[in-house]
């Protein structure tokens, strides 16, 4: 039967143009202060770049302890989150560079484990989070001892557990 001149079709005969497109993997990267964090950036990065995906990368703010003058608490905490929001620029410039995208960015306050959890059940489209192991004898991390522990059954994405001793070539290697 023909088609009415003027009109597209209605359906794709081509099934590869009619499947739907599978989600795009975003692998979650915690900034912070150690030394391993470049190590689980950059292996964030090389999985997303070589599997189509992107990376988010949040860092968390701890809250100050109560100060008795409320000024100088707010310009304390006004001076974290500027600090914390320039290393987030430097950092996605870092994975635009590896990746060809620019990374979600998230700045939260409160308890890092309790709002890394926070993150991922508000943005479903984290699918990753990459941690890596931090290699001085007192062991891998407080993130890492919590998420292979009690919080594992709280995580609802897989955990990527990076050794933070691994050099370039090695991370090249593995992904």
């Given amino acids: 039967m023909a088609e009415p001149i003027g009109t597209e079709p209605t359906a794709s005969t081509n099934p590869e143009e009619s499947a739907p497109k599978p989600p795009v993997r975003i692998f979650l990267v915690v900034v912070d202060d150690s030394p391993e964090?470049?190590?689980?950036?950059?292996?964030?990065?090389?999985?997303?770049?070589?599997?189509?995906?992107?990376?988010?990368?949040?860092?968390v703010l701890e809250?100050?302890?109560?100060?008795?003058?409320?000024?100088?608490?707010?310009?304390?905490?006004?001076?974290?989150?500027s600090e914390a929001e320039q290393k987030?620029?430097?950092?996605?410039?870092?994975?635009?560079?590896?990746?060809?995208?620019?990374?979600?960015?998230?700045?939260?306050?409160?308890?890092?484990?309790?709002?890394?959890l926070a993150l991922i059940e508000e943005e479903p489209s984290i699918s990753i989070l990459v941690l890596a192991a931090g290699t001085d004898p007192e062991g891998p991390g407080p993130l890492i001892a919590y998420f292979t522990g009690r919080g594992l059954t709280r995580l609802r994405i897989p955990l990527t557990i990076v050794p933070g001793g691994l050099g370039d070539d090695a991370l090249d290697a593995i992904t």
């Fill in 37 to 59: 964090l470049p190590v689980a950036l950059r292996y964030a990065c090389l999985r997303a770049r070589k599997s189509g995906g992107k990376v988010a990368l949040v860092t």
């Fill in 63 to 81: 809250p100050a302890e109560m100060q008795s003058w409320l000024a100088v608490e707010n310009l304390m905490r006004e001076e974290q989150r």
């Fill in 88 to 116: 987030l620029q430097k950092l996605a410039r870092d994975v635009n560079r590896l990746t060809g995208t620019l990374p979600a960015l998230y700045v939260r306050e409160g308890n890092p484990r309790d709002e890394v």
